[in-house]
């Protein structure tokens, strides 16, 4: 019922003539996926290059953020209208590392995905604890915190139509990720959650991705797993066999 994702987020990696050869390198790979929406997330100066090579494909695009305001004097900033006139229709709003380092917060998120909704951008939003909340056993009230605050104010209609990602923190980039048990019961409590915010059928039908050291090696086991409906990968999606590997999870 849940059409999974895959869709790969390259942070700050790979210039112009980089993301052109991951890219056709990836489109010939994954040509005849018919079943996954695959997404990609190249660094703003690439997205129109990228962008180019992705007419006809089954490669769609995406942001890797974008600010809440239409347009303006926000200098070194990206608005929705850029994004769409590039060719993106998802954009990820909310990234750990952008609430860590940028400074983004609930607040900041919410208002993003509101901008993004109201310009038909799919949002995928981004949310997770640390590895300290999580030991404290914090986890899951960050994490609802994180969904209610971040999506308050959003219609029972429009909350369909957004993905959410859970990526803990302390499974980003370490290599260490989430056992498939930690994950579902994260997505199950996400989709509780959903559940509770707006109705079930709204719960049912929102994607949840896992993403934190997703690669060639447990994409499958994660896959099996009732609530998670694809996955949000950085490192291995930075090559074109790997990515590859990881939309054809079986
Ligand atoms: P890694 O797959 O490199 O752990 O990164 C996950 C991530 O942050 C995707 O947004």
Redesign the pocket.
């Known amino acids: 019922m849940r059409r999974p994702i895959a869709a790969g987020?390259w942070k700050m990696n790979n210039n112009i003539d980089e993301s052109e050869k991951l890219i056709v390198d990836l489109k010939a790979l994954v040509k005849d996926v018919e079943d996954v929406e695959i997404v990609v997330a190249p660094p703003f100066t690439a997205l129109s290059m990228v962008s180019s090579r992705l007419i006809g494909t089954n490669i769609k695009l995406a942001s890797q953020n974008m600010h809440f305001e239409s347009s303006g004097a926000y200098t070194g900033e990206v608005s929705v209208n850029m994004l769409v006139d590039v060719g993106c229709e998802y954009v990820i709003i909310g990234?750990s590392e952008r609430r860590a380092y940028f400074a983004e917060t609930n607040d900041t998120v919410n208002k993003k995905l509101k901008t993004a909704m109201n310009n038909d951008l799919t949002p995928i939003v981004c949310v997770g604890e640390t590895l300290a909340q999580r030991e404290s056993d914090k986890a899951f009230e960050v994490i609802e915190g994180q969904i209610k605050q971040g999506l308050s104010g959003i219609s029972v209609e429009d909350a369909e139509k957004i993905v959410v990602a859970y990526?803990p923190i302390w499974?980003?980039?370490?290599g260490k990720t989430a056992t498939k048990e930690q994950a579902q019961e994260v997505h199950a409590f996400i989709r509780k959650t959903l559940t509770a915010m707006f109705s079930d059928n709204a719960a049912a039908a929102i994607r949840i991705l896992y993403?934190?050291?997703?690669k060639p090696e447990n994409v499958d086991e994660l896959m099996l797993q009732e609530d998670i409906d694809g996955v949000?990968?950085?490192?291995?999606a930075l090559k074109a066999e790997s990515f590859a590997r990881i939309v054809k999870f079986q």
Do not use: K
């Open positions: 987020n990234h990526e499974a980003i980039g370490t993403g934190g050291s997703v949000l990968v950085g490192g291995a």
